[in-house]
Nanobody, 123 residues
Framework: QVQLVESGGGLVQAGDSLRLSCTAS????????MGWFRQAPGKEREFVAA????????YSADSVKGRFVILREKYKNTMYLHMSSLKPEDTALYYC????????????????WGRGTQVTVSS
């Protein structure tokens, strides 16, 4: 059974940094693109960042550019989201996802999802 498990969320103050991890099991994800999405209360889930399976392409939303970095180790089933200069508006449930085709920036492009890890940024 395929599973994606996020970890690393927590309560931090504005300006702090945090690193989220996503570990995949039950399948071989070395050839899958991986992405991060987030959903704040009362809002739709939105794209945060994505990275190709061979690490030659990476994308991030304008709202996090220059602050968040998506990383993964080639041929490994673990991905990270390094978040710095956190803002209260970054507060959300963060999900990782895996895509078998392309490097999607939309939810519909992803085949597998984790359950999320909560990030709360206080002002």
């Amino acid at each position: 059974q395929v599973q994606l498990v996020e970890s690393g969320g927590g309560l931090v103050q504005a300006g702090d940094s945090l690193r989220l991890s996503c570990t995949a099991s039950g399948g071989t994800f070395s050839r899958y693109a991986m992405g991060w999405f987030r959903q704040a209360p009362g809002k739709e889930r939105e794209f945060v960042a994505a990275i190709s399976w061979n690490i030659d392409s990476a994308y991030s939303a304008d709202s996090v550019k220059g602050r968040f970095v998506i990383l993964r180790e080639k041929y490994k089933n673990t991905m990270y989201l390094h978040m710095s200069s956190l803002k209260p508006e970054d507060t959300a449930l963060y999900y990782c996802a895996a895509a078998s085709v392309g490097v999607p920036k939309v939810e519909q492009g992803y085949d597998y999802w984790g359950r999320g890890t909560q990030v709360t940024v206080s002002s």
